[in-house]
């Protein structure tokens, strides 16, 4: 993955999400979904990142406040060895 390449990637505990990373040089947020595809999101700002991954529900705050908010991409799907 040279698009996420060296970033930390945090798990994530939501029926809907798997890891997320987020890259503070761009400032993109990739997010995994369980069917195991990654999207990239644009300019997400760095102060919502940490209230992101602290949310009870991070699903609902994807819903809220990340999806139809920012420009995204899909990145791959990734597969498991």
Known sequence: MPWAAGLPWFPLQSKMLLPAAYDTNKPFLYLRFHNRDVYRYCDFPEKDYQPFTLAESKG????????????YERMAKLRVA
């Open 60 to 71: 609902h705050f994807f819903l809220r406040h990340i999806r139809n908010c920012f420009r």
